[in-house]
């Protein structure tokens, strides 16, 4: 057990509770946590696994290396006013805060003339909740290499991780990894619809439309071929799928991802606007 790992999770619902999973026992023990939440049903979880908890921001969290701020974004300015005090030069803070860019909340952790940079910015998404997320992370000018690895070990518990450059990206994130499994979910959605309206059991069509999703996508990640070749593979020419693709292109199937994602993406812009 790595016993450096000092951890506070500021806020202690699901996207914190997945993240303890992963961690407490394998890379920090119970102890090691912190939680603050102003829901005592929340921190009696906590509670029971051995770690501290309270139910607003106090001295303990000068002692946590790592804050991990997980409140809604619409409460995140004034949660942040409560925990300036309690900040070390030494402390590391990484938000999942959606919409609240990394400028914003170096100016609300510091001030504007002398913003916070020991910062992470990160978007995760659901599937994390299960060990299968996805999470995009960009570092502030103050994060140096190591702090580096040890977020990203963090979220290597609940997932895969990819590092990306400033604030835009993490827009593009949340429009691709962050909302995604939204998209997923219509699709799928809508493939089971169809099969009932042809007669198929509604727990027959669930069973099918969700075991051919992961099974696509775990070959994807498996196979050395492009996904151009693997959709090939699976079309015959003048076959069922050729027909099914056709309707596809025929209502721009790619285009409407395409415009879907640019508008989760220019919402996520203007949401850090808004919060600025």
């Known amino acids: 057990m790595n016993h450096e790992l000092t951890l506070a999770f ?3 619902g699901n996207m914190a509770s997945a993240l303890g999973a992963g961690l407490i026992g394998k ?28 139910t607003q921001a106090n001295e303990q969290l000068a002692s946590r290396r790592i804050w991990l701020l997980a409140v809604k974004p619409q409460f995140m300015k004034e949660t942040v006013a409560g925990l300036r005090p309690y900040l070390q030069p030494d402390t590391l803070v990484v938000s999942v805060a959606a919409g609240i860019s990394a400028e914003t909340l170096g100016q609300w952790l ?25 999470t995009g992370l960009m570092a ?50 809508a493939m089971i619809a169809c099969a009932i309206e042809q007669g ?51 209502k721009d199937f790619s285009g409407t991802v395409r415009s879907a994602m640019l508008a989760a993406a220019r919402r996520a812009a203007e949401l850090s606007r808004e919060f600025s």
């Open 10 to 12: 500021i806020g202690g």
């Open 27 to 54: 890379r920090c023990g119970a102890h090691d946590v912190h939680v603050v939440d102003i829901n005592p049903e929340v921190l009696k979880h906590w509670a029971e696994q051995g770690c501290t908890t309270a």
């Open 110 to 134: 510091g001030t504007p003339q002398e913003p916070w940079t020991r910062l992470v910015r990160c978007m995760p998404n659901t599937p994390a909740l299960i060990a299968a997320g996805a």
């Open 140 to 189: 502030g000018s103050g994060v140096n290499d190591a702090e580096r690895t040890q977020v990203e070990t963090l979220f290597k518990a609940v997932g895969e991780v990819v590092w990306v450059e400033d604030d835009h990206a993490i827009d593009v994130v949340t429009s691709l990894s962050g909302s995604g499994p939204a998209y997923v979910f219509l699709f799928l959605e």
């Open 200 to 250: 198929m059991q509604p727990a027959q069509a669930r069973r099918l439309a969700i075991a051919t999703v992961t099974g696509a996508t775990q070959l994807a990640a498996l196979s050395h071929e492009d996904l151009a070749t693997l959709r090939e593979r699976v079309t015959s020419k003048g076959g069922t799928t050729a027909a099914a693709l056709q309707v596809f292109e025929q």
